[in-house]
């Protein structure tokens, strides 16, 4: 019961963007053509000349991926060396061939001169990822694509409502895709959105992606499913919700979990109550992300993520931590609090057993070094008097030492 208190007090869920009972109830009534609604409201806000939703963001990738091959001939895609593994799935399944490149080691985002070494004229696209809502620099990226003409595909799935240079993360590149899960910004239980800016990529999409609808059984599934999700990721019950293996935000997807549907009715439109609330939920998580930073910052041996507090989007505050045990003791005692302090994940690409045997794998140590010191904090749902508590047992856990036995570092 002394251990458990403690967690009951400070528990702060991993939720990016809240959601209520009325929205799940609401979502239920006038559904007709909200799908429609939802694509075209993507469509005005970043630029795009074709939208297109489905059951999850990694399938929209997919599709993207596909098309972007068909239109150029080539099978290759350059991908970040640390990033969600769905990205490298959704190549994989596309049938091409992955290129895994370094990523800045403080920033955690893919180094434009790094993909300037590995891009030929075998790569159909690469994948920029903005990490954690972190901008990537776009425009570097996008003077190489173009120099070597591939496409450049933003992965916004952690970063809707951030910018670059004023504009829009999203509508920076030939494509995007935007993740609706329930650990992301803009959620709907699930589900990806692509918004094409290029006319050559939309052409082949309005031929390749032809979607069925879901069962009624898929549609129940999911909603309730999302009544639970919500039920468990209030404070009081987020200590339940985190012993629950399906329930954590941060679990690594193991597959495409296919086949990939079209977006529902229900899931569009809580999407878009969802979507109108962004600026509101983008402003909350940086106002906090400001306080960790005033708080943590040259206070001990890490370093912040190495981005713009006026563009990121902050799904969640990360930093790299330089000793793995240390690491691990700060994420242990963080959880022992109710915070939901996560590594995120738990290799880089060329690791994972899905990792073609056929492709080069080039030792990506920034990669590597993130893997093994990467704390990530969940932001929406702290107060001031959370990010206090927050600070203290990282600062504290720091000056007690780390004496974590048998810490495996990946190699």
Not at 48 to 55: E, H, I, K, L, P
Request: net charge positive; with cysteine; glycine share 6%.
């Amino acid at each position: 019961m002394r251990k458990f208190l403690p967690s009951l007090i400070w528990s702060t869920p991993a939720i990016a963007t809240p959601l209520t009972p009325l929205d799940l109830l609401s979502c239920l009534f006038n559904k007709k053509g909200v799908v429609k609604q939802l694509e075209e409201l993507f469509k005005r806000d970043y630029k795009g000349v074709y939208v297109f939703s489905c059951s999850l963001a990694r399938w929209s990738l997919f599709f993207l991926l596909q098309a972007a091959s068909l239109v150029t001939g080539r099978k290759k895609v350059i991908i970040p060396a640390y990033t969600c593994p769905t990205v490298g799935m959704a190549v994989v399944e596309a049938g091409l061939e992955p290129v895994a490149v370094d990523v800045d080691k403080y920033s955690f985002n893919i180094q434009p001169n790094k993909v300037k070494e590995e891009i030929n004229k075998d790569i159909a696209a690469v994948v920029a990822v903005h990490s954690f809502g972190a901008p990537c620099d776009m425009e570097a990226l996008r003077a190489v694509t173009k120099e070597y003409g591939c496409f450049l595909i933003e992965d916004v799935a952690q970063a809707a409502g951030g910018t670059y240079k004023g504009q829009p993360l999203g509508s920076l590149g030939d494509a995007a895709i935007f993740s609706l899960g329930r650990g992301k910004v803009i959620r709907g239980h699930r589900g990806g959105i692509a918004v094409v800016q290029n006319p050559q990529l939309a052409e082949m999409l309005e031929k390749i992606f032809l979607l069925p609808s879901p069962n009624f059984l898929y549609l129940i599934k999911t909603y309730f499913e999302e009544w639970i999700i919500n039920l468990l990721s209030t404070p009081e019950l987020w200590v339940l919700a985190s012993k629950i293996f399906a329930s954590r935000v941060g679990q690594e997807a193991k597959s495409m979990e296919g086949p990939p549907y079209r977006l529902t009715g229900w899931q569009a439109k809580l999407a878009i109550r969802s979507y109108y609330r962004l600026s509101g939920s983008l402003q909350r998580r940086r106002k906090f992300a400001k306080v960790l930073r005033r708080l943590l910052d040259r206070k001990g041996n890490w370093v912040l993520q190495n981005t713009s507090y006026e563009e990121s989007a902050f799904m969640r505050f990360a930093f790299l931590v330089e000793d793995p045990a240390l690491r691990k003791r700060i994420i242990e005692n963080l959880r022992s609090y109710g915070f939901d302090a996560t590594p995120f994940y738990s290799r880089p690409m060329y690791g994972y057993p899905w990792w073609p045997k056929t492709a080069k794998v080039k030792k990506c140590e920034n990669a590597e070094a993130i893997v093994n010191g990467l704390v990530t904090l969940p932001l929406y749902m702290l107060t001031e008097r959370k990010c206090y508590k927050m600070a203290e047992i990282i600062l504290d856990t720091a000056k007690s030492g780390s004496s974590v036995s048998e810490v495996k570092d990946y190699g």
